[in-house]
């Protein structure tokens, strides 16, 4: 078993296991480079949001100094000159502190606490209750007594508003100028403090912009890396991994956080999106890969289907491309050809056939190699060529050759050693049986020929010189005549009926016998025509005048309808086949008319034979011009003959170069016409007839 008949044999379901495995190895690693690649893209993604959100923490933080570091100025330049002024009364303080509203419209209160505890308030109206609060006993006394230690301003917030709402608070350390001749500390003053409206902050630093799709926490980060107090937000922000951004100004260290809103997505928008095209793409390509591994397992097996069929043949087989170069071959080839060697894929046909000339194993290409290779490429040109080589060891190979549409060439190569012997020995015995009929067709019609003499005379014994005798004896007796003469005219009578059915079987058995004769001469090739110039009269009054007695003493009409013209014909030959078919219609037809007609145009002529007989059924038609065929062919058929007339006449007619055609309705008649060409080329010899029978 060759490779490939083992590759076809493989189990079904080892095939698509294999395809199964291939086609999920191809659809996990395209999967896994789209999950790889969509994990890049979401990091991509992720890293797009990062970028964009700290851009827009910038912006905020930037807007968060803008609207802090005004009021820090104010607010310091406010608490030098308390400072400077250690004992401002409240007059002095709204003055400064109206002023600061003015300016900054989102603050609600200004206060100063002198030693920790509130004497200035602005505005007063509504808040006399926090004059004279004591920061020392609140909770917010950290935050002051660090101002104080730092001197630096801090804020705090946000908290609940005793007026309601929330703010936040700006506390600014207040010192007394330090004293020139002493080098010490300032001595701290007090507090001064602003509340800011905690909305209005907000608004005034775009918070609601920002967080419409964010969420941000803004809070003070603790020393010790805890969280000081939160500002802004939701604290669980810092749990999401946001983006922080931190930032120093004068009243502390602040940091922003932020995250898209909700945090941040777990996939990009687009998500199921391109997953449905990946899968989608996956399922494409996969599909794509199934239907080329479908076309390569095809090919595969027509491939294999057609080693193992070529390799099955009992005959070489070859193949070259359109270059001429061999591109499949089976081991019977190789052994047929005389150099095996030389048989390999990429031979040149054109170099193993001049190989094979130069041998001599071509019989037709020796002693005119060249010819013979020039017409072999004009045939091999025309799409077909048939070649029969003989090897040295006596083998005929027939080498068939068909150019194919694209230009390639397949050929077979046939012994046909055994064939040629089986041939040659039939074509002998073929003219051994065209000899002997032909001997005995002669040999049967010379003493036939005598008999029938013989015959015609006895058909008028009363005329032999014994009858004209005793005739005259009796024309001497008149009184012996009259009782001796009734009984001699009696017995000439019927001796003459006797003599003339003989006479009639004796042509009957001629014809036959010129039948076979002229059969003889078909099937070998030798019947001949002799063409000369004639008119349609001269060819059909003979004919009509023979046939015409026959035709009406069986009691049928007969007619006869001619055109003028002429044309070029064996008369006698042409005569014959009118005669067959005349004597066919006469035959088959009991009652009616028989019609001989002949019609032209001015390069043909057709003879047509009409009857009105009981016609040829259908599945007959086409065999009544085959030898020896006859419709009614058991042993008491009605109607005699040996089917030979019909096949004689179309042999007779092809020789002409001319058609014979039958149609014919069953129960109706029939209609033989002949066509014949006016004209034949007269330096072209007559078609040979074809052979009525096959060789045996």
């Not at 090919?299 to 193992?308: K, P």
């Not at 046909?349 to 004009?378: C, F, H, N, P």
Request: charge should be negative.
């Amino acid at each position: 078993m060759t490779e490939k008949t083992r590759s076809l044999a493989k189990p079904g379901w080892l095939r698509r296991f294999r395809t199964a495995l291939i086609l999920g190895s191809a659809g996990a690693l395209m999967l896994g480079v789209g999950h790889r690649i969509e994990q890049l893209s979401y990091q991509s993604y992720l890293q797009e949001l990062e970028l964009d959100t700290t851009l827009r923490m910038v912006e905020l933080r930037e807007r968060i100094e803008d609207e802090v570091f005004g009021r820090i100025l104010k607010l310091n330049e406010l608490a030098t000159i308390i400072g400077l002024q250690p004992k401002i009364d409240q007059a002095e303080f709204t003055a400064r502190a109206r002023s600061f509203i003015a300016e900054n419209p989102d603050v609600l209160i200004m206060a100063a606490a002198r030693d920790q505890v509130i004497s200035l308030v602005h505005p007063l109206a509504g808040n006399e209750k926090a004059l004279g609060y004591d920061y020392r006993g609140g909770p917010q006394y950290p935050k002051v007594e660090e101002a104080l230690s730092s001197g630096r301003g801090l804020v705090t917030g946000p908290v609940e508003l005793v007026q309601g709402g929330l703010g936040l608070i700006l506390r600014q350390p207040v010192f007394y100028p330090p004293a020139e001749d002493r080098d010490e500390p300032p001595r701290p003053w007090g507090i001064l403090s602003i509340v800011l409206d905690y909305p209005s902050f907000l608004d005034n630093i775009g918070i609601a912009e920002f967080e419409t799709g964010h969420d941000l926490l803004i809070r003070e980060p603790a020393r010790d890396g805890g969280v000081e107090q939160v500002f802004h937000g939701d604290p669980q922000i810092a749990l999401r991994d946001p983006v922080t951004l931190p930032f120093s100004f004068a009243f502390g260290d602040w940091e922003l956080a932020a995250t898209t809103a909700g945090g941040w997505p777990q996939q990009r928008p687009v998500y199921l999106q391109q997953w449905l095209i990946l899968i989608s793409a996956v399922a494409a390509v996969l599909g794509l890969l199934l239907y080329v591994m479908r076309l390569a397992e095809t090919r595969r097996l027509a491939e294999t289907r057609l080693h193992n069929g070529i390799e099955a043949l009992e005959h070489g087989f070859v193949m070259f491309d359109p270059d001429g170069r061999i591109v499949l071959f089976n081991d019977m080839y190789k052994r047929m050809h005389i150099d095996s060697e030389s048989v390999k894929i990429g031979t040149c046909y054109d170099e193993m056939v001049r190989a094979s000339v130069a041998r001599g194993s071509v019989k037709d290409a020796i002693g005119r190699e060249e010819e013979w290779l020039a017409e072999w490429q004009t045939m091999r040109g025309q799409g077909i060529s048939d070649v029969e080589q003989v090897t040295p060891d006596g083998r005929v190979i027939n080498t068939s050759d068909r150019v194919m549409a694209d230009g390639s060439i397949v050929g077979l190569r046939v012994d046909i050693s055994e064939f040629k012997q089986a041939q040659m020995a039939a074509e002998a015995a073929n003219q051994a049986k065209s000899d002997f009929i032909g001997v005995l067709s002669h040999e049967l019609r010379t003493p036939l020929t005598v008999i029938l003499g013989h015959v015609r005379m006895a058909r008028h014994v009363e005329r032999m010189p014994p009858a004209l005798a005793l005739q005259d004896a009796l024309d001497r007796h008149p009184e012996a005549a009259r009782e001796i003469q009734p009984a001699l005219d009696a017995l000439h009578g019927q001796f003459g009926k006797t003599m003339a059915t003989l006479e009639r079987s004796g042509n009957n058995l001629l014809l036959l016998i010129n039948e076979i004769l002229d059969l003889a001469k078909i099937d070998a090739g030798g019947l001949s025509i002799t063409l000369e110039e004639a008119e349609v009269g001269d060819i059909i009054t003979p004919v009509a005048e023979q046939m015409r007695p026959l035709v009406e003493q069986k009691g049928l009409r007969f007619e006869v309808q001619s055109t003028q013209g002429r044309l070029r014909a064996d008369v006698q030959r042409l005569q014959q086949v009118l005669v067959n078919l005349i004597g066919n219609a006469v035959k088959f037809t009991d009652s009616g008319n028989i019609t001989l007609s002949v019609t032209g145009t001015d390069t043909a002529l057709t003879f047509a034979v009409r009857d009105t007989g009981i016609g040829i059924p259908a599945n007959e038609l086409g065999k009544v011009f085959d030898p020896f065929h006859q419709v009614d062919s058991t042993a008491r058929r009605r109607f005699g003959g040996t089917g030979l007339g019909l096949a004689i006449s179309q042999d007779i007619v092809r020789a002409h170069g001319g058609e014979l055609l039958v149609s014919s309705v069953e129960g109706e008649g029939s209609l033989f016409s002949l066509t014949l060409p006016r004209e034949q080329d007269k330096n072209t010899p007559p078609a040979p007839a074809k052979p009525a029978l096959a060789s045996v």
